[in-house]
């Protein structure tokens, strides 16, 4: 669809652009007449949710996403707008137009039918309400008259939805009421009482679930209290039956003293060696009498000499076993070794009497180096033994050990679980304690002064502007769906035919071909009829075979062929052609009546008049008419004495051109029967019609026949329709829709020559 055509098109209705937003423009007016006025007053909520001021017990408070934010203010506003609020704020409306002297809308006629007792139950109940929150009921007579003056006064939840508006103040941690009424001091009632029954509400919600939150951590720590003392106890029970006070420290010690054993052993070790040389090395200077004579000498103390060794071995395996700590058994442990050697220097003396007395000194020196490499061997071993023993000790720790760390584990897990619901629990009662502290009123609604501006203007320009789109929209879906032809362009890409003309639609009564051609037309119109009619004649003169029989044919009738083919053999007389029109269209002969010319062509068929006899003269020079009676019959059924085609035969040669008009060539077969007659076809189609499918058919057909088809003549087509293709049409148009036309035009041209493409159905 081309621009310019659809502006034309929205051109043509501009009554009905005109007149459908002015009925809006006047009805919205005369609706608006009695609007109230209308006052806005605003109260102020801070939500405490961004607000990082306000003490709190919650960890993750400060690591909060943008969208946890928006979903919290949701869920507050949600709670705001709840049904139950709803229900507080009607009844404290309610109960404020029964008690005060000043009602917002109760009427002194609704109060007048009111008794007095009826407002004081309804006072009673409305208080009752207050207090509890629970909604309204209707078991009661007092409940049902309450809800009908709720009702009647739009106090109900639904008045009050609309009357009140809540939302977030962007980006911050503020909400925003603002209610609007026909009363300034009732706008601001509004705002104030859903501040004070949201907080009163959400207050005891707030409780009410941290009540049942502390009850179930309560219970919850209790448990987990006692799980947490049994595990403690099973634990204290498994290390008094295993004598451990604490196990590391007592492993450390044990390990502790190996090591300091280990090291002393270390020492005895190496005291053995050296002793055992020292001993060799003075037995080499002994003969084999003289250790007898030592040896026999040492008997008699020999008896003594060992019980002390078997005491220093005692108290030296007492001394180890203590750690080295018990100085009762290292004094005793010295007392023996000191009588021990006392013994070892008496029996040396004894030996003085010997004659080898020099070497007196080597047998005191050997008998105790035997003494301290014996007492070093049995410290050794019982070194040894002592370390087996500590070490025996530290591996039974490790079952235990095994076991106190799964104990530990377990009282950890437990204790943390502990500490946690301990935690959970303060908060709880934090939260509690606080409840409702969070969000505050941080500005109470005043009356405003003024009322709002009147959005009366607002709403009759909306209404007209509207109702102009609403226009233009539905004027567009109407030329969307309207598929009838306007303009030669359409007629090409629907039809696929070649277009041998194109004529515009006449408005005359009475065409005056004379008149029309002969003088200076009269109007536009006429001078598009003659431009349009020569161009069609040049296409014909280049086309049609001269000396040729032309039929003219239409899908439907009424297409205008019979004024097309009087037109046309005007246009060729004018150039010398003599042109003869035969009235083949035996179901309407309209040729005939047109020219009053004799209805002769049956009669020379059937030999009754010649065929120049049945030639009727016109008052057109060179053009002549041979008429019909219309009878029920077609053109191959004209037979007598000559056929229809003898007929043509025989006039053909006294004429330049033999224009025959067919009937509907989709209701009858005259025109396919006359196509056989024909040198020639002209398809004549109307514009404003809608190409069907048996329109296409028939097209098909017509195509059929390459060499006698000519073209379609695309007739009564409106002017401004024909821009397109014959360029712009001078006409007396404003000065505004010249500017506007030229401004499209420019638009269109530019954007060609930028590589846009222009669609046009």
Excluded at 398 to 411: F, G, H, K, L
């Amino acid at each position: 669809m081309e621009l310019i055509w659809f502006l034309r098109e929205l051109a043509k209705k501009w009554r009905l652009l005109l007149i459908v937003p002015l009925v809006a423009v006047i009805a919205t007016y005369l609706l608006t007449l009695k609007i109230p006025k209308v006052y806005n007053a605003n109260a102020q909520l801070a939500a405490g949710i961004v607000d990082d001021t306000q003490a709190s017990f919650d960890a993750t408070k400060e690591i909060i996403s943008s969208y946890a934010v928006q979903t919290k203010f949701s869920n507050l506003i949600e709670l705001i707008e709840s049904k139950k609020v709803y229900n507080l704020i009607s009844y404290k409306l309610l109960h404020h137009d029964l008690t005060d002297n000043y009602p917002f809308r109760l009427t002194p006629q609704q109060s007048a039918s009111l008794s007095d007792k009826e407002k004081s139950q309804l006072i009673e109940l409305m208080d009752k309400y207050l207090i509890s929150g629970a909604s309204l009921g209707l078991s009661t007579p007092v409940e049902r008259l309450a809800n009908k003056l709720i009702g009647e006064l739009r106090y109900d939840e639904e008045s009050v939805d609309k009357a009140i508006k809540v939302d977030r103040e962007t980006n911050s941690d503020f909400i925003k009421i603002e209610a609007e009424a026909e009363s300034a001091v009732l706008a601001a009632f509004l705002a104030n009482t859903m501040c004070e029954q949201f907080l009163k509400f959400y207050i005891d919600l707030r409780r009410e679930k941290n009540t049942a939150i502390i009850d179930f951590f309560e219970k919850l720590a209790r448990e987990k209290k006692a799980e947490l003392d049994a595990k403690v106890e099973e634990l204290k029970r498994y290390k008094m039956d295993n004598k451990i006070i604490n196990l590391y420290e007592q492993t450390k010690s044990i390990v502790n003293q190996i090591a300091n054993v280990e090291i002393i052993r270390e020492g005895e070790n190496q005291k053995i060696p050296a002793l055992t040389k020292a001993i060799q090395e003075i037995e080499k200077r002994f003969s084999s009498k003289e250790k007898s004579f030592i040896e026999t000498g040492l008997i008699p103390f020999n008896e003594r000499i060992a019980l002390l060794k078997d005491r220093v071995a005692e108290l030296n395996m007492q001394l180890i076993s203590s750690n080295y700590t018990d100085n009762k058994a290292r004094d005793s442990l010295n007392k023996t070794k000191s009588e021990l050697y006392e013994i070892v220097k008496n029996a040396s003396d004894n030996l003085l009497v010997d004659p080898n007395v020099p070497k007196q000194d080597l047998v005191v020196k050997k008998i105790t180096y035997e003494l301290d490499r014996e007492i070093a061997i049995k410290s050794v071993e019982s070194i040894d033994k002592e370390i087996r023993r500590l070490k025996n000790i530290v591996e039974g720790y490790t079952p235990s050990e095994a076991m106190i760390s799964s104990y530990d584990r377990e009282i950890n897990v437990i204790a943390e679980a502990y500490l946690v619901i301990l935690n959970k629990l303060t908060f709880a009662r934090f939260e509690a304690e606080n409840a409702g502290e969070s969000v505050q009123v941080t500005q109470r609604a005043t009356p405003p002064e003024k009322a709002e501006p009147s959005k009366r203007l607002l709403l009759i320009i909306i209404a007209g502007l509207a109702s102009f789109v609403f226009t233009i929209v539905v004027i567009i879906l109407l030329l969307y769906l309207d598929l009838t032809i306007k303009t030669p362009k359409q007629f090409i890409q629907r039809s696929g035919l070649e277009l041998a003309g194109i004529i515009n639609k006449l408005t005359l009564e009475k065409l005056d071909l004379r008149s029309l051609f002969g003088s200076e037309p009269k109007n536009q119109d006429e001078v598009i009829f003659q431009n349009l009619l020569r161009t069609f004649r040049q296409h014909f003169l280049e086309r049609a075979p001269a000396k040729g029989v032309i039929l003219f044919t239409g899908n439907h009738g009424k297409e205008g062929k019979t004024i097309l083919m009087i037109s046309l053999a005007y246009s060729l007389k004018l150039t010398g052609k003599k042109v003869l029109l035969i009235d083949t269209n035996l179901k309407s002969p309209g040729l005939t009546k047109i020219f009053n010319a004799k209805p002769a062509l049956e009669a020379a068929a059937l030999g009754n008049v010649s065929v120049d006899e049945s030639i009727s003269n016109t008052s057109l020079n060179d053009i002549d008419v041979i008429g019909c009676e219309g009878l029920n019959m077609t053109p191959s059924e004209i037979r007598g004495t000559k056929t229809f085609s003898e007929i043509l035969a025989e006039v053909k040669a006294s004429y330049d051109y033999v224009f025959l008009e067919g009937a509907a060539l989709l209701k009858y077969s005259d025109s396919k029967e006359l196509i056989t007659e024909s040198d020639a076809v002209i398809l004549v189609y109307a514009a404003n019609s809608t190409i069907q499918e048996d329109d296409l058919n028939a097209f098909l057909y017509l195509k059929s026949y390459e060499s006698k088809f000519l073209g379609a003549v695309l007739n009564k087509v409106l002017p401004e329709n024909m821009e397109g293709l014959y360029g712009e049409i001078e006409k007396k148009r404003s000065g505004t829709r010249k500017f506007f036309k030229k401004l499209v035009k420019r638009n269109l041209s530019g954007q060609i020559k930028n590589g846009t493409k222009i669609s046009a159905d």
